[in-house]
C-alpha cells in the first residue's frame, strides 16, 4: 500500500522498493497463469478473446467518471442493467451496442462522467 502511493516515502521507512515491486509482478503473473489455465479447457483462447471486455471497461469508467471509484461501481450497474433490459426488451443481437451509446448520450449530458474523480 506504501508503494502505491509514495515510491520514496516507503523507500525512507525502510521498504525495499525493488524487491516488492519484483513480487508484485511475480504473483500476478503467477495469479494470471492460474487463471488461464483454469479457463483454457472451458473456453476458446484466442489474441483478441478479452477486446469486447477491455472496452467495457473503459466505457464504465469513463461513464462513472475518471479516478471515481463510486463512479465506476455506478457505472458498472448501470451498464449491467442497460444491457440487460435492452437485451430483453430490444434484442439480444443489440446487447454489445447499449454500453457505446449509453456512454455517447451521458457523455454528451455530462462530460466529465457521473461522478467527477478528485484530481490533486
Request: no cysteine; charged share 10%.
Amino acid at each position: 500500500m506504501a508503494m502505491a502511493q509514495n515510491r520514496e516515502g516507503a523507500a525512507l521507512v525502510g521498504i525495499d522498493a525493488t524487491r516488492v515491486t519484483l513480487l508484485v509482478f511475480a504473483i500476478s503473473g503467477a495469479l494470471a497463469a492460474i487463471a488461464a489455465t483454469l479457463y483454457a479447457p472451458i473456453n476458446l483462447v484466442y489474441p483478441s478473446m478479452g477486446n469486447l471486455v477491455i472496452t467495457k471497461a473503459f466505457v464504465i469508467i469513463i461513464l462513472g467518471g475518471m479516478g471515481s471509484i463510486p463512479g465506476a461501481i455506478l457505472g458498472g450497474l448501470i451498464i449491467g442493467m442497460a444491457e440487460s433490459f435492452g437485451g430483453f426488451y430490444v434484442s439480444t443481437d443489440y446487447k454489445d451496442i447499449i454500453a457505446f451509446v449509453l456512454l455517447v448520450v451521458i457523455l454528451s449530458i455530462r462530460p466529465q462522467g457521473l461522478f467527477a474523480g478528485k484530481h490533486a
